[in-house]
């Protein structure tokens, strides 16, 4: 142990001064502590222990004690051998008590001047309340009265001053007055009550002391004897004893001669003198404990000398309520009047050290040192010294640095010296502090004990207000706080210095720390702004991240590896770090430092630099692909990153659209590039076979749309941050979707005409060049070749073909959901938006070429030009009477299909084309069948799409045509709607092949020759002359078995293409057919339209009853035959079916009721359109009445209608049967009618479309897109 220690000290002053302090005088005070609260502790458990004696001796012992305080009390009362039985409370004692009470509360005896006394009638008053309880059943003993009184007097007497030392001599006084009451009523009211020998005690303890002074000598010289070695045994072994020594590491023999020299001065007495000296210097304002000077106010000087009056007073009570306490006549005076401060106790003779040299404490106290706050702050130095040094494994006390004997020895030593709980809490905090600077002990042991120690603090200013503080204890606190403050600021700098890899814990907990100073409101006081000294760690949080910046710049720099793959590690390295960093310190420090936007506002412009050196570098524009968006996701990581935590007031740092709009627009050039290779391996690798049971296409749809998926999902994935931009890129990456959904459809369709069309048989031309003289005859007497046979049963549709078509559905539908995916119509809002805001193009005055596309398609409905009903038909366009493009001719067919393209271009004025039909012949000129009009214009062709026209020819027949003007549109849903469109035409002209292909062996079985085999007819020349003629009806089996090889084939195609096609497919499809099969019955019963007279006469009765019998044969195999699981009844039940119907009503009659009926139906047709009207739908009339909602009936019980006539052109076609120049000047004039319309006749019409002229609508009609998103023709192309 040191021989001395420089310490600041304090006494009661604010004025702190430097002494050299002796350890041995530490030791020596720390010692008598530790004494006094042995012989205490031995004390009370000697009172606790059960005794024998009675009650009257332990009150008289009791009141013996106090008789050391209050003069010679205690002597007046002494202890009764009797027994219980000779003190027992009775009921006359009660009775005489109570009376005697009553008499002195109530005034009518004032023989004693205590008895007028306001005070003594008080306690009187309460003690006959207390006696009135012992009426009926007295319990106890008389010396219970005497100690209930002394109570009584104890508490009224404590109303009017708390200090014992005014009052005492009043409290002899009342307790000798009672006492003499109660013998009167021992002697007077109940003689029988009590004992001689107790009545002459109670005589004995109201006599002067100086009678009772040989009793009191005995007590003293037979208490004086149990002072023997057991004594000193049991206090040096005593743990806090103990303490003291290994603290101050004293030798066994020394310290135990130092117990035996201490023991005669650490006494009961000493210790009451010690508090009776307290009392007297805060009533005289001395320095210690405290005067005056030593608060900023009044109030808190009162407010502590009222606390420590309080508890010097009940610590003195509880002490002498030992009976073991004893006070020598040299003790005995009066503390109210006497300084004992004026000078000094023989006891320090007395004192001895444990070095010769030693000096003394001068300290007038026994217990308390001179200095007792020096003492205090080297004694706790020392605990703590000992216990996280020597004996750092020792049970700790509760939330402290300090062992659990050491804490107990403090408290005693503060308790002992006074010390206020305010300083004891700042000392505490002090030395903790004094240790985190000199690093003593583990940081993170450091904060958790100072965070104690402030909490412990904080308790301390709960119970104790600071203004209630002593000025010097205050400005301590503040003291220990600003260092505490600069200590934690130092050691937070430290760790934020290695922010990357420090432990966010460890900074947590000294912010933590930090808020614990400045929420504290003393020093909140004193400092309004608390985080202004925080704010200054920003700085150190900014050079860390300049100089991690610089190591990792380093790390990363390889001269092996090239500028983009030192970026990319570079990148990789900030990324990783700053996702650490912001997963550590997600909230700001304070709510004011925010780390990672501290570290990212520093290093993110340094990696923006990196970025733009790199950018601008002539290998940059040519680096992979891959690589470069691999850099870009590193890029837009670091981005999000910077935008999350990165300072609120930024810049635009990250320019990622410079960076990478070049390698966006590369990839887009590649993936357009790609496509086509992309869509042709998808078809080659496609085995046209079904993916799965319930999925019917095949997979190169799937590979297909799954790229582009891929393409979508890449553009989407990039998250680019310029919206424009990215609209831009979604528009051709739409374009190049349109292309390949395009090229994909061209191929597809080529797929399938071949499959149905095999190429040698399209090569192999029936009526080329050789049978020139077949041809001839064939046009002259309309005999067919001979090579036309029924046995020419058309192959069988393959499932491949189905598949294909399905393929083409599919497509539109995942078109349809990638439209959805893609979001076109916000991206098609966003740009019509933005090209508002761009100022208007300037109008080009050069004259412009635009090139139009025309596909002449098919042509249906022509009327026939050779003997055999039939034509053959090409098409001539003529534009100012000159022919500018004409089709291949197909023979033998009024509904011609050429599915040829041709490019015309044309300046941007309107032209009117003229589409002319002219049928081949090889004798002569090619006759003329028919012509119509259309107008090409940019203004009608200006949406780039592609335009279907229906025209009708004049006089007869239909021409369908596909235009479009070349261009495109940077527009997302022009690309769209024409992917769909694309898609859509592809389907119905895919199924038109198929139809085309069964149509042609229809009308091949159902066929008026077939009509003859079944009669046994011979249509030759010389079956004419024959006499013989078969009228036979034949039979429904008859019928059928004519055209079984039809039936046969319809049951297998159908079945093909049921079991293969979707079911959207199927239905378009054998709805085709059934018209077909509709037209081809119908063409055995009718001619062509035509102005000449048919060759073909009327059927008889029995073959015009075969060809509805067949119709009705048809019928139930497209329904489904029994089961009618097929093609719905009133699916099949038409218009066109009850139109062929309504023949059976005209087909005899005379030809002048024809032409009547003619006549009435053409002058109702000019009727109805005067009121621009139409004609209800047959389908929709009379004979379909039995699908309507009002009809509940079953179709059986259906009544019998009458069937009207059929409409005009089927009379014209009857009359052509018909024989005579009547009928033949009627044909020609009602066809001249049609070709040649009067004025009067065009009139009505023109009046309908007057007002659509007016209104200027293109005469165009547009392609239906209820399959498409609706696009807006003001739609404004990109910029």
């Known amino acids: 142990m040191k021989s001395s220690s420089t310490l600041r000290r304090g006494g009661g002053s604010a004025k702190r001064t430097i002494r050299t302090l002796n350890p041995a005088l530490v030791y020596d005070y720390t010692l008598r502590c530790a004494i006094r609260a042995c012989l205490e502790q031995n004390s009370k458990a000697s009172l606790k222990e059960p005794k024998k004696d009675t009650s009257s001796n332990r009150h008289s012992v009791h009141l013996s004690g106090m008789s050391d305080v209050f003069g010679n009390l205690a002597d007046k009362i002494v202890g009764d051998e009797g027994g219980e039985k000779s003190n027992k409370l009775t009921k006359p004692v009660v009775v005489g008590l109570m009376r005697r009470l009553d008499d002195i509360k109530d005034g009518k005896d004032v023989s004693k001047s205590e008895y007028i006394d306001r005070r003594f009638i008080s306690v009187v008053r309460h003690m006959r309340d207390e006696v009135k309880q012992h009426r009926f059943r007295p319990q106890g003993s008389i010396n219970d009265l005497v100690v209930t009184f002394l109570k009584l007097s104890e508490a009224e007497l404590k109303k009017t001053d708390p200090n014992p030392a005014i009052w005492f001599k009043d409290l002899d006084r009342y307790v000798v007055r009672f006492t003499e009451i109660l013998l009167l009523v021992l002697r007077e009211d109940a003689p029988s009550a009590a004992s001689s020998e107790y009545i002459e005690s109670l005589q004995r303890s109201i006599l002067p002391k100086s009678k009772q002074q040989p009793a009191t000598e005995q007590r003293n010289s037979s208490s004086s004897g149990n002072s023997t070695t057991d004594t000193l045994d049991m206090v040096e072994n005593f743990p806090m004893v103990k303490t003291v020594q290994n603290l101050f590491q004293i030798e066994s023999s020394v310290h135990r001669q130092k117990i035996r020299d201490l023991l005669p001065v650490c006494t009961e007495a000493n210790y009451l003198l010690d508090l009776k000296q307290c009392i007297n210097a805060i009533n005289t304002n001395q320095p210690f404990p405290g005067r005056r000077e030593d608060f900023a106010s009044q109030q808190a000087y009162d407010f502590w000398v009222a606390r420590e009056k309080k508890y010097l007073n009940g610590l003195m009570t509880v002490m002498v309520m030992n009976p073991n306490l004893t006070l020598t006549n040299k003790s005995e005076q009066d503390v109210g009047s006497t300084n004992l401060l004026a000078g000094r106790r023989s006891s320090d003779s007395r004192r001895s050290s444990v070095y010769n040299t030693s000096p003394t404490d001068d300290s007038p106290y026994t217990y308390i040192p001179n200095d007792p706050r020096s003492y205090f702050r080297l004694l706790m130095n020392m605990c703590m010294d000992l216990d996280t040094n020597i004996a750092p494994d020792t049970e700790k006390a509760k939330t402290s640095v300090l062992s659990q004997a050491s804490d107990d020895l403090l408290r005693e030593c503060s308790n002992t010296w006074r010390l206020s709980a305010p300083f004891r809490s700042v000392l505490y905090l002090e030395l903790i502090k004094t240790r985190m600077d000199t690093e003593e002990i583990d940081i993170h042991d450091a904060i958790d004990d100072a965070r104690e120690a402030i909490r412990a603090l904080d308790k301390c200013l709960k119970e104790n207000e600071i203004q209630n503080w002593t000025i010097n204890d205050r400005e301590s606190l503040i003291r220990v706080f600003e260092g505490l403050n600069q200590t934690c600021l130092r050691a937070l700098a430290e760790s934020l210095s290695r922010y990357w890899d420090i432990d966010p814990a460890l900074v947590k907990d000294q912010v933590a720390l930090l808020d614990s100073i400045y929420e504290n409101p003393a020093y909140l006081e004193d400092h309004a702004n608390p985080l202004e000294q925080f704010l200054s760690l920003e700085e150190t949080i900014a050079g860390a991240a300049v100089s991690r910046w610089r190591v990792l710049e380093k790390s990363v720099l390889n001269p092996k590896n090239d500028d983009m793959t030192n970026l990319m590690n570079l990148a990789d390295k900030l990324i990783k770090e700053l996702v650490t960093v912001a997963k550590r310190f997600k909230k700001p420090l304070k709510g004011s430092l925010h780390i990672p936007g501290i570290i990212m506002a520093r290093q993110m412009p340094f990696f923006v630099l990196e970025m733009e050196n790199w950018a601008f570098l002539p290998e940059a524009k040519q680096a992979p692909i891959e690589l470069t968006f691999e850099l870009y996701d590193k890029v837009l990581t670091l981005k999000r990153l910077y935008d999350q935590y990165g300072p609120k007031q930024k810049s635009a740092l990250f320019k990622v659209e410079s960076w990478f709009l070049t390698h966006v627009r590369r990839w887009l050039k590649s993936t357009n590039e790609a496509t086509p290779e992309w869509v042709s391996n998808a078809i080659k690798q496609d085995e046209f076979k079904p993916i799965n049971e319930t999925t019917l296409h095949s997979s190169s749809v799937v590979d297909l749309f799954t790229m582009f998926h891929q393409a979508v999902e890449f553009v989407q994935n990039l998250e680019w941050p310029n919206r424009i931009q990215e609209c831009r890129f979604n528009t051709a990456l739409s374009k190049v979707i349109g292309v390949a959904l395009e090229q994909y459809t061209m191929e597809l369709e080529d797929m399938i005409t071949t499959d149905i069309y095999p190429r040698a048989v399209r090569e192999g031309d029936p009526h080329g060049s050789g049978n020139f003289f077949d041809r001839a005859r064939y046009q002259l007497i309309g005999g067919r070749p001979q090579s036309k046979s029924s046995s020419d049963v058309p192959a069988d549709f393959v499932a491949e073909t189905c598949v294909k078509v399905n393929n083409i559905e599919a497509a539109r539908f995942k078109l349809d959901r990638l439209y959805q995916n893609m979001d076109v119509d916000e991206i098609a809002q966003e740009m019509r938006e933005y090209g508002s805001q761009l100022p208007a193009e300037k109008s080009v005055s050069e004259q412009q070429n635009y090139l139009y596309s025309i596909k002449i398609v098919r042509a249906e409905n022509l009327p026939p030009s050779d003997n055999n009903g039939l034509s053959d038909p090409y098409i001539v366009l003529e534009i100012d009477n000159k022919p500018i493009t004409r089709t291949k001719t197909v023979y033998e067919t009024l509904n011609p299909r050429w599915d040829q393209v041709f490019d015309i271009w044309l300046t941007e004025k309107t032209v009117d084309v003229l589409a002319l039909v002219y049928d081949e012949d090889l004798i002569g000129a090619d006759e003329e069948c028919g012509g119509v009009w259309f107008k090409l214009s940019p203004e009608y062709f200006d949406d780039y799409q592609t335009h279907e026209l229906v025209l009708n020819f004049v006089p007869q027949g239909k021409l369908i045509l596909r235009i479009s003007m070349e261009g495109e549109k940077d527009d997302i849903q022009f690309w769209f709607g024409k992917a769909f469109r694309t898609l859509r035409r592809a389907e119905n002209d ?119 019998k067949w119709l009705e044969l048809l019928k139930v195999l497209f329904n489904g035959g029994e089961d009618a699981d097929a093609v719905p009844l009133d699916k099949l039940e038409n218009s066109q079916y009850y139109a062929l119907l309504a023949i059976n009503a005209a087909y005899n009659l005379e030809t002048e009721q024809l032409i009547e009926g003619y006549n009435n139906i053409v002058k109702n047709q000019v009727e109805m359109k005067l009121r621009g009207g139409r004609k209800a739908d047959r389908s929709k009339s009379v004979y379909h009445s039995k699908n309507t909602a009002k009809k509940r009936k079953p179709s059986a019980n259906r009544k019998s209608v009458s069937i009207e006539l059929p409409n005009a052109d089927t009379i014209l076609r009857i009359l052509r049967m018909r024989k005579g120049r009547q009928v033949r000047d009627f044909l020609h004039t009602e066809f001249q009618k049609r070709n040649y319309p009067t004025p009067a006749e065009t009139a009505p019409a023109e009046s309908i479309s007057q007002g659509a002229k007016e209104q200027e609508i293109p005469p165009v009609p547009e392609v239906p897109t209820n399959d498409l998103t609706p696009v807006n023709e003001n739609t404004l192309p990109l910029r």
């Open 990 to 1108: 895919v199924a038109g092949l198929i139809v085309d292909k069964m149509s042609s062996y229809f009308r091949q079985i159902l066929s008026r020759k077939t009509l003859d085999k079944l009669f046994g007819r011979d249509r030759s020349f010389f079956s004419s002359f024959s006499r013989t003629t078969k009228h036979v009806d034949p039979t429904l089996q008859d019928c059928e078995e004519a055209i079984v090889p039809l039936i046969d084939y319809l049951e297998r195609n159908l079945k093909i293409l049921n079991d293969n096609l979707s079911e959207t497919n199927m239905q378009t499809i054998v709805l085709k057919i059934w018209k077909e099969i509709l037209i081809a019955l119908e063409g055995v019963l009718l001619p062509p339209l035509s102005e000449q007279l048919s060759e073909l006469k009327p059927l008889d009765d029995y073959e015009f009853h075969v060809v509805y």
